[in-house]
């Protein structure tokens, strides 16, 4: 395993840069092939491992698979014969699937990692299984075994804000016989029913009857933009570094992921949204960012849940801003690729910052400076890029472990951070 080793930004970070694209439109416009037989072109695909999985998956499945660069071509019927898929470190693979292969004809068993394999899987099984699935956990998680079933349609009210639940109920109600109504507390990221084009009724239930629904070859090609989850870093590395100025150009600007930029706003960030334009029903923008002091800020729901993956970042941010920041409705975090909520916070402590954690709360105050530390992230991508941005505004050494591990959403990641901070990275094998 490789380490990362960074060292504090001497000179103020400037330019432009791009990030790779959307991992969760990439992965859902992939696996929608499975429902058309034409060629499904996606330009600016995200070049992680987790949508890699997700393309071999598909591959496992019938469909032909060509890539160059971060250009996906999917063409080919699905044969969907019965086979075993392994999933790596992908719950928006596996869960997704399980919505889609749920009203197959056929039988599969789905795999994981060692990461995955502890990650909940029941929350996705039960509304399936209402619908008729047949699905069998490991102690509630993978491996899992699906055997095709007939489908008819729910109506179900999700206790819990996921929007892989709600995908995969949805996959599986273009299967499944009379429409399925799906409501959830509030809104979750909705690019499933974007792509679908579904719309959410006045009183917040979605409506999904698979004779009104038409998914075509043409309508889920489409150019994917920026992930916003991995331009969280570049907006938190220029906060962090004093007289920085850095844009991140064509970054999602869906109205359910740039919760984390309203929150940075809030507390007083110079962000600004431009050039914003639409296409292929998702709303685009370019990010311009310019170092200046914080304020501290309170996260709950229904903002904690949509911008779950950026909270490490923005505990990062925490400790520079004036006062004592609150994260509060955070404990999904504890089921995400890591318990990243207790790293989150142990990783703060090592690094000198003051933490308080109760339950699924934490809090952090700002009280300047930061020292380099050893960090834990335990394969979790998200944790080894924040904290690799912590390092540029620490004293010392900052060495992340794993530091591989960010080829699950961001290959470029480490080569792009030393052409945005020259001489601040260092990886070691």
């Known amino acids: 395993m490789s380490r990362a080793v960074i060292t504090k930004a001497r000179s103020p970070l400037r330019g ?17 092939s499975l429902f058309v037989d034409g060629d499904v072109r996606l330009a600016h695909f995200n070049t992680g491992a987790d949508c890699a999985c997700t393309l071999e998956c598909l591959e496992r499945l019938g469909k032909t698979v060509a890539q160059r660069d971060d250009e996906v071509t999917i063409s080919g019927a699905a044969e969907c014969a019965p086979c075993s898929l392994d999933c790596g470190n992908s719950g928006t693979t596996a869960r997704l699937l399980m919505g889609i292969l749920a009203g197959c004809e056929g039988q599969w068993t789905l795999t994981g990692d060692d ?15 209402r619908m008729g699935a047949r699905i069998e956990l490991t102690g509630g998680r993978l491996p899992a075994q699906i055997t095709g079933a007939r489908l008819r349609g729910i109506e179900y009210h999700s206790p819990l804000p996921s929007a892989q639940v709600k995908s995969a109920v949805l996959l599986a109600a273009l299967q499944a016989e009379g429409a399925t109504r799906f409501r959830e507390s509030f809104l979750t990221r909705d690019h499933t029913e974007r792509i ?6 006045t009183d917040g239930w979605i409506v999904l009857d698979p004779g009104s629904v038409r998914v075509h070859a043409a309508s889920l090609s489409a150019r994917i933009p920026g992930d916003p989850s991995s331009a969280a870093f570049w907006i938190a590395a220029a906060l962090l570094v004093p007289d920085s100025a850095v844009k991140v150009d064509g970054v999602l600007a869906n109205p359910t992921r740039v919760a984390y930029i309203e929150v940075l706003q809030h ?26 002091t914080l304020r501290a800020f309170t996260i709950r729901n229904p903002r904690a849940a949509q911008c779950l993956d950026e909270i490490p970042a923005l505990a990062v941010l925490a400790t520079q801003a004036s006062g004592t920041s609150e ?40 009280q300047g400076p930061l020292r380099g530390a050893e960090i834990e992230t335990a394969g979790d991508h998200r944790l080894a890029m924040a904290f690799a941005i912590a390092g540029l505004a620490a004293e010392g050494r900052t060495v992340i472990q794993n530091a591989e591990c960010v080829a699950v959403s961001y290959p470029e990641f480490w080569s792009e951070l030393e052409r945005v901070a020259p001489g601040t990275v260092r990886v070691e094998p």
């Open 115 to 129: 990461s995955l394999s502890r990650r909940p899987m029941e929350r996705v099984a039960e509304p399936l299984r």
């Open 327 to 366: 994260f509060r409705d955070v404990g999904e975090l504890r089921v995400k690729e890591s318990n990243r909520l207790d790293l989150t916070a142990r990783n703060l402590r090592r690094m000198g910052a003051s933490v308080e954690q109760d339950g699924d709360r934490i809090a952090v105050t700002g």
């Open 196 to 201: 679908l084009r579904i719309a959410r009724g």
């Open 267 to 292: 507390a007083g960030a110079q962000l600004v949204m431009e050039n914003q334009s639409e296409r292929d029903n998702e709303s685009c923008a370019d990010l311009s960012v310019r170092h200046g």
């Open 16 to 32: 432009t840069t791009t990030v790779p694209g959307d991992k969760s439109i990439s992965h859902r416009r992939a696996l929608l």
